[in-house]
């Protein structure tokens, strides 16, 4: 037995160990975090969805009509008129003739592999892949084959040692750490050929990039294409809960056969009014994006004028490279004093020595909060010799 005691010290020690902040109120664009005022910059509420008015209604008055649970799995009791009002607009949202709810994304992701690849098969992963991506690999029994971070060369390589074995490319659409997009039209165009499915996690591409915040499959064109869309209710879309999109057939299978979607109570119909809430609100503001986007380009651009880079995002997840877990807490605790709450990512979240402070943008934030955001950050750095650069002007 392994000791309790023994395993946190071990975390300390090491730099890993975390512990919960308490945030008080909705999740604006600025919180009081253990007691005190702070600009929010580590919320995936990218849209200002999960504190809209319209969106807290909805929720309320489904659970005034529905009740406050769903009282089983989908397959026993739980299946009820708003899951299914909801599904229906994903699906023509997404461009697909399906979708099915899922409780979580982790769950979704976690379920579809397993679902989608069995023993002698192979699951083609990139490396930089989310963690319930990692864990829905690890369930399905199936080989692993993970490659090089968006490498299409390595994967290809992969494939071509697989000899017909190889059952689902999957991949984030937006990686979730480092804020850039997959090569979808290279990762397809390997599927097709070697007669593998290929996977997509949207949970930071839906609400952020594509037409309308449609998503990264979206933005390459490949909306019902691709053969599985997997996206998150709780990020952009302000609610809590996932979506598996696909073809009715495959959506049949997964009701079938996806053990995390039959062996788990159906969503609240709070969450999933609330969800279409939002959807409705997206697909009527679609300037919402463009805020985000707006957004997403001055932070990033603000921390570069304080000698911070933030690597290859294209995207509102914009990551501040540090290196090691303690100087990065160290940067974290030291923004948190001057008033920015950006989160430290350390291992097993990101690969050893690639720790980093991650900020995300959304589209309720002011400018200006954005310009002091990164200067703090930019100070913060500079006062613990992180950066020598002297902030330019942004
Ligand atoms: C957040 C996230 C998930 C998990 O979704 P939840 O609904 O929070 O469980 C899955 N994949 C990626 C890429 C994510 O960032």
Known sequence: MTEVRER????????????????????GPSVTLDGRPVLLLCSNNYLGLADRAEVREAAAEAALQWGAGSGASRLIS???????ALERRLAAFEGYGSALLFGSGYLANSGVIAALAGRGEVVFSDELNHASIVDGCRLSRAETFVYRHGDVEHLSWGLRRARGRGALIVTDGVFSMDGDVAPLPQLLELARRHGARLMVDEAHATGAIGPGGRGS????????????????????????????CADAELVDLLVNSARSFIFSTAPPPSAAAAAAAALAILEAEPELVERLQANAALLRRSLAAEGLEA?????????VHVGEADATMELCELALEKGVFAQGIRPPTVPDGSCRLRMTAMA?????DLVAAAHMVGTAAREIGLSQAEPLAA
């Open 78 to 84: 739980g299946n009820m008129e708003p899951h299914r």
């Open 8 to 27: 946190l010290e071990e975390l300390r020690d090491r730099g890993l160990y975390r512990h919960l902040r308490l945030v008080e109120g909705p999740q």
């Open 364 to 368: 309720t934030h002011r400018r200006e």
């Open 311 to 319: 690597g290859p995002s294209t995207t509102q997840v914009v990551p």
């Open 217 to 244: 499959v979206a933005a390459a064109g490949l909306s019902g294409e691709v053969d599985v869309v997997v996206g998150t209710l709780g990020k952009a879309l302000g609610s809590y809960g996932a979506y598996v």
